[in-house]
């Protein structure tokens, strides 16, 4: 039986050059030899060993007269393969499992359909609240937490469409929403959303429970699924420190990152 990676020998200079690589990513810009070796803890003669055999390669490119390192084209291809690979509903599917199991709480992961926020996978926890939210289920924009954070991350042509069809209908409005479906308040509240990265619901699902969403990105930067922990209102504070919220908001930024989101943002 094949071992864990960390069980077998592998090549330590290509693990090395990793470090190299990974310190380059990190900078945020083209960085120098000097702190590319320290962030890498290697003596800048080693470091600068490495960084020429990955340029021939096209892993780093030399960006300016002062000679700092950015990566390079082949760098760009390997990350861009990565991330074609990558389905959001499948790595969501593991965050969320793994979140749900953290807090013993119900967590959903939505993503936006061409009818509007859907729910694409839903882990039910123990807990003894339950929560009847089935998968292809679409949820509402102005009065469900993801909607909200659909709502205010998007752009507006693309949820106008839906946020008329709410507006116009005749279904009785949840108490608590009405700044909702005032087009000044809900621009504030939008607002809102986007400085906090989440949006929660009190009472929309089961009366005392609280739904609680953030958002997760993609590599262009745009919202591509919210992840949803529903539990009892007293339970989620929503402040900073709160024992949902911050592993909430861990997980959003978690799905994001495995789905490249910043891994190109960098020059």
Same mark, same amino acid.
């Given at each position: 039986?094949?071992?864990?990676? /960390?069980?077998?020998?592998?090549?330590?200079?290509?693990?090395?050059?990793?470090?190299?690589?990974?310190?380059?990513?990190?900078?945020?810009?083209?960085?120098?030899?000097?702190?590319?070796?320290?962030?890498?803890?290697?003596?800048?003669?080693?470091?600068?060993?490495?960084?020429?055999?990955?340029?021939?390669?096209?892993?780093?490119?030399?960006?300016?007269?002062?000679?700092?390192?950015?990566?390079?084209?082949?760098?760009?291809?390997?990350?861009?393969?990565?991330?074609?690979?990558?389905?959001?509903?499948?790595?969501?599917?593991?965050?969320?499992?793994?979140?749900?199991?953290?807090?013993?709480?119900?967590? /959903?992961?939505?993503?936006?359909?061409?009818?509007?926020?859907?729910?694409?996978?839903?882990?039910?926890?123990?807990?003894?609240?339950?929560?009847?939210?089935?998968?292809?289920?679409?949820?509402?924009?102005?009065?469900?937490?993801?909607?909200?954070?659909?709502?205010?991350?998007?752009?507006?042509?693309?949820?106008?469409?839906?946020? /008329?069809?709410?507006?116009?209908?005749?279904?009785?409005?949840?108490?608590?929403?009405?700044?909702?479906?005032?087009?000044?308040?809900?621009?504030?509240?939008?607002?809102?959303?986007?400085?906090?990265?989440?949006?929660?619901?009190?009472?929309?699902?089961?009366?005392?429970?609280?739904?609680? /969403?953030?958002?997760?990105?993609?590599?262009?930067?745009?919202?591509?699924?919210?992840?949803?922990?529903?539990?009892?209102?007293?339970?989620?504070?929503?402040?900073?420190?709160?024992?949902?919220?911050?592993?909430?908001?861990?997980?959003?930024?978690?799905?994001?990152?495995?789905?490249?989101?910043?891994?190109?943002?960098?020059?």
């Amino acid at each position: 039986m094949a071992g864990k990676p /960390a069980d077998v020998q592998g090549i330590k200079s290509i693990e090395v050059g990793g470090r190299i690589l990974n310190a380059i990513a990190e900078a945020g810009g083209p960085v120098s030899l000097t702190e590319i070796a320290a962030a890498a803890g290697l003596p800048n003669s080693n470091a600068r060993r490495y960084l020429i055999s990955f340029a021939r390669i096209g892993l780093v490119t030399q960006k300016d007269n002062n000679g700092r390192y950015s990566l390079g084209p082949l760098a760009l291809r390997l990350g861009l393969a990565a991330l074609g690979e990558l389905d959001v509903v499948d790595v969501g599917g593991e965050v969320i499992a793994d979140l749900s199991n953290a807090l013993n709480l119900t967590v /959903a992961l939505i993503v936006w359909g061409d009818t509007g926020p859907t729910v694409v996978r839903f882990n039910q926890s123990r807990h003894n609240v339950a929560i009847h939210v089935r998968v292809g289920a679409v949820v509402p924009l102005l009065t469900s937490a993801a909607g909200r954070v659909f709502l205010s991350f998007l752009p507006e042509d693309s949820t106008a469409r839906h946020v /008329a069809t709410e507006l116009s209908a005749s279904d009785p409005r949840p108490a608590g929403t009405a700044d909702w479906f005032d087009d000044r308040k809900r621009q504030r509240r939008m607002t809102e959303v986007k400085k906090n990265r989440f949006a929660s619901v009190d009472g929309a699902v089961v009366p005392g429970l609280r739904a609680v /969403a953030a958002p997760a990105f993609d590599s262009n930067n745009e919202i591509c699924a919210a992840i949803v922990v529903y539990g009892p209102a007293a339970a989620i504070e929503l402040s900073a420190g709160d024992v949902v919220l911050e592993p909430l908001m861990r997980a959003a930024e978690t799905l994001s990152t495995r789905l490249g989101h910043g891994a190109f943002q960098k020059s």
